[in-house]
Every structure is written in structure tokens, then in C-alpha cells.
């Protein structure tokens, strides 16, 4: 008489589902997952305002210290996910355009106050900007409108972080990242916005085939040969991946820059490719995790960040399907 399996079929069952609800469970928590939107705002007629400014109403532009999509020294997302702003405990905070709250939490015990503001700005959809470890001003709420000129909140004080003001352009529902620099493109106290983005104005010469981009990051170490005493710090080098007409994933280490942080580089000749071949890449950005300088970020175990800006927690190259997903396309002159 054949033993009976019944048990034994039903422990492996029940097996073969704790191993699957783990797997999901691993995938869904995994890196790689989306985090950002590249998708630069061409011809903006409404220029972002400061978020910061005295009674009389002048704008201050304050510090960054931590730029959108900055590789980070912490054990929480990277890259950042949003621009740090150093402003002091208690000083108001306005909002960049006039628009609607369509989110607000209220509670601070954790320095989490959060508000975040729908504005249409004459552009192909609204923009929606959040402001991050904040103390809202009392009787705002959701769907109010508000004002460049009345203040939204205050800086939090210290719980578990510096005090600070982060700001960062989001999709409606807060789960995607966009840059932040095209917004300020005539604020030279932010270089132009670049201040905020770790890549900005990324550019390709259809005729010379020339690849020019600005790229660095921002800290809060110490650094008198830039604004105030704060930092704007070279990175360790860039990386072009590119593959010619759909061939093998190459790379090039791009170490030169200007005086102002601009990479510039001819495409054609640092990939062996011929006219009208056609070349699909990305770039990341390598943080200098053993700078004389950015001391702030010193023997960091994270430094890598993406043109385009992409996923959450990626590694320093991508797999070929990783890639395939946000890589641009440019062609050879």
C-alpha cells in the first residue's frame, strides 16, 4: 500500500510559496526600480522664483548642499532624490509659482512636514514642486491657492536631520523625481540652475559632433575658492556608454573639464563610428569618494549618478537591458 503523500505534498506547497512570496518580495524592494524623469523644460516663459526670501520680499538664493540625483553618504535612497537648500530654523518658505496644494502633511514629530504644490506654468503639463522638512503655516490646507508672495511654511529644527529645505519637482503622486535646474536658467547665483542638478545642459552639435555637459556636485564641506565658504566640487570622472548601431555596450572615461564644469567631447572620434551611424548611449557621473576637498564624502561606498536620471540605487554600469531602457540616440555627422 503506497504511504500517504498528502502532508508532504502540502509542506512543499507551502515551500514553493514562501519562496515565491520572497522573490516578490526581493523584486519589489530591489534596486533599479524607477526613480526619475529626464525630460528638460525647453523654452519655460515663467521663470521659477526663490523659495527663501526676507520681509521685504528680495529673493535669497540659498546653498545647496546635496543636488538632485547626488550620490550621498547615507543609508537611504541614492541617488537624492531632491535638492537640499541650507536655510535656517524658523525662516519662511514661499512657494516658487503661484498653484494649488493638492498634498500637505502636517505631522513633524519626524521633521517629515511636507507640502506640495500644483502649478500650471504655461508648459505642456503642470508642475508639481514639493518642499520637504517643513513646518506648514497654520490654516493652509489641500486644495488651496497659494501665492509667491505669502509664505507656505518654516524651516523645522533639528530632529534627524540639519535643518534644511528640501525642494524637488515630482509627478502628481510623489513616486517620480524630475530635475530642477531648467526652472532657474537665468539665476546666475545657481550657475544657471546647474547648481541643483548634478548633469545640466546636456547639448549635441548635429555638425561637429561635439557632446558638451555640465556636471559636479554640492556639498557642505568647506571650500573658500567657491560661493561662501560651500562647495562646488568636481567629480572623480565622467563615463560615456555608447553602442554603435545596436553593437556591444562600450565605455569611455571622460576626466577633462572647464573652468565652469563643462565636459566637451567629440562623439565620432571617441567612438571609432563612421557618418550617419547611429549612437544609443548614457552617461554616469563618479563621485570622488577620496577628495582632499569634498571631505564630506569621504571613503563613500555609493558614488554613482545617471544622464539620464533613471533608477534608484543603480550600480556603476548597467546590464545591457538596463541600458536598453534609458538610453538617448544621436546620429553621426
Known sequence: MKKPICFRTKITHYIILILVLSFLTITAASDYDRAYVQKEISNLSLQALSPYKNTQGIEYWPLCTSKNNQPRFVTGTNPHQGTDL??????????????????????????????????????????????????????????????????????????????????????????????????????????????????????????????????????DTENTDYYAGYGRFPLEYITFFYSVNNGTWKSKNIHEYSDNFKYSFNVKQITGSKSNDTIRYYITATRDNNSSLDTTFKDASYKTAYYPAYYAHPGPALTNQLADAIALTITIH
Open 86 to 219: 541650507t536655510i535656517n530654523v524658523g525662516e519662511h518658505i514661499y512657494p516658487i509659482y503661484d498653484g494649488e496644494i493638492i498634498y500637505i502633511k502636517k505631522d513633524i514629530s519626524s521633521q517629515t512636514g511636507h507640502i506640495v504644490v500644483k502649478s500650471e506654468i504655461g508648459y505642456t503639463e503642470p508642475v508639481y514642486i514639493e518642499y520637504l522638512h517643513v513646518i506648514p503655516i497654520d490654516g493652509i490646507d489641500e486644495g488651496d491657492f497659494v501665492y509667491t508672495c505669502i509664505p507656505i511654511a518654516t524651516i523645522d529644527e533639528y530632529k534627524r536631520y540639519d535643518s534644511h529645505l528640501h525642494i524637488g519637482r515630482v509627478n502628481e503622486d510623489r513616486t517620480l523625481h524630475y530635475q530642477i535646474y531648467d526652472l532657474y536658467k537665468d539665476v546666475l547665483n545657481w550657475k544657471n540652475g546647474s547648481d541643483l542638478d548634478v548633469f545640466s545642459y546636456p547639448d549635441f552639435n548635429t555638425e561637429t559632433n561635439i557632446f558638451t555637459i555640465t556636471a559636479y556636485v554640492s556639498s
